[in-house]
T-cell receptor, first 113, second 111 residues
Framework: QKEVEQDPGPLSVPEGAIVSLNCTYS??????FMWYRQYSRKGPELLMY??SSGNKEDGRFTAQVDKSSKYISLFIRDSQPSDSATYLC?????????????WGLGTSLAVNP | DAGVTQSPTHLIKTRGQQVTLRCSPK?????VSWYQQALGQGPQFIFQ???????QRGNFPDRFSGHQFPNYSSELNVNALLLGDSALYLC??????????FGSGTRLTVV
């Protein structure tokens, strides 16, 4: 079993839809959770960064962490065609330690006009 | 303000050859990390440089080596290339810790 599981999709939604992206994990030591967006032929871009459990909101994006279920989510409200990209989750037991930063495979999202 | 700059953007090499990839970090960032991203996979951490020294290393063989210069720019060297080394190589810079800014990567194809 992989430490981090993420459905690769692809996920296709109409413009304006609410998108839900998810990752599950097995290591209860994970404390830092990140969501990255990666456009084709580009490097990943940090969207959201959350420590421990709870919700964090930034504009149309909301990140949720449920440590009891070992489950994290990224919600995108009023999705736009420009949101079409691959979304990667990443998590780590501590800050600043690249070696222990574990990435999901990424979910490919297409938002159709 | 320029972000992270990587060169070249694309590269084709033959098995057994050596390759050098280059990275200029974002202004104000002193830490550079290198990642390998195979198609359809998440990035895999190769190593991190800070103050011209390798500080952390992932599970990559010694064929992968690097260097950081006094101006914080960095190089990734791969010797004795294998077909399996074909991937997108990403450079990320940060102040020490998280909050990485990634470059657009170098697409390496080994034939």
């Amino acid at each position: 079993q992989k430490e981090v599981e993420q459905d690769p999709g692809p996920l296709s939604v109409p413009e304006g839809a609410i998108v839900s992206l998810n990752c599950t994990y097995s290591n209860s030591a994970f404390q830092y959770f990140m969501w990255y967006r990666q456009y084709s032929r580009k490097g990943p871009e940090l969207l959201m960064y959350t420590y421990s459990s709870g919700n964090k909101e930034d504009g149309r994006f909301t990140a949720q962490v449920d440590k009891s279920s070992k489950y994290i989510s990224l919600f995108i409200r009023d999705s736009q065609p420009s949101d079409s990209a691959t979304y990667l989750c990443a998590m780590s037991p501590n800050a600043g330690n690249n070696r222990k930063l574990i990435w999901g495979l990424g979910t490919s999202l297409a938002v159709n006009p | 303000d320029a972000g992270v700059t990587q060169s070249p953007t694309h590269l084709i090499k033959t098995r057994g050859q050596q390759v050098t990839l280059r990275c200029s970090p974002k202004s104000g960032h002193d830490t550079v990390s290198w990642y390998q991203q195979a198609l359809g996979q998440g990035p895999q951490f190769i190593f991190q440089y800070y103050e011209e020294e390798e500080r952390q290393r992932g599970n990559f063989p010694d064929r992968f080596s690097g260097h950081q210069f006094p101006n914080y720019s960095s190089e990734l060297n791969v010797n004795a290339l294998l077909l399996g080394d074909s991937a997108l190589y990403l450079c990320a810079s940060s102040p020490l810790g998280y909050g990485y800014t990634f470059g657009s990567g170098t697409r390496l194809t080994v034939v």
